[in-house]
Nanobody, 123 residues
């Protein structure tokens, strides 16, 4: 069973930056695309970014393009999400996923999630 542990969230002012990390175990990390999703209170979990198993392909939600960067370190079994110029609408719990379905951007197709990390952006 895959285990995912997200970290790096916090409270920042609008315009600030955070770097999220997700450590993965229980799965051959380098075989799987990785993704970040987020869920704000009262809203459905939504796609944020994904990266292919090799790292050669990345995709993003339109509203985060140019501000967020997803990357991975296959030697460390870790995926990252660098977030700059954060906005109040980025406030949510952020989750990572290790599953081929991340490239389809559909959260309901992904069976395993970590506990998430809270990101709060104040205006």
């Amino acid at each position: 069973q895959v285990q995912l542990v997200e970290s790096g969230g916090g409270l920042v002012q609008a315009g600030g930056s955070l770097r999220l990390s997700c450590a993965v175990s229980g799965r051959t990390f380098s075989n799987y695309p990785m993704g970040w999703f987020r869920q704000a209170p009262g809203r459905e979990r939504e796609f944020v970014a994904a990266i292919s198993s090799s790292g050669s392909t990345t995709i993003y939600k339109d509203s985060v393009k140019g501000r967020f960067t997803i990357s991975r370190d296959n030697a460390k079994n870790t995926v990252y999400l660098q977030m700059v110029n954060l906005k109040p609408e980025d406030t949510a719990v952020y989750y990572c996923a290790a599953d081929s379905a991340v490239m389809l951007r559909i959260a309901t197709m992904i069976p395993n999630w970590g506990q998430g990390t809270q990101v709060t952006v104040s205006s």
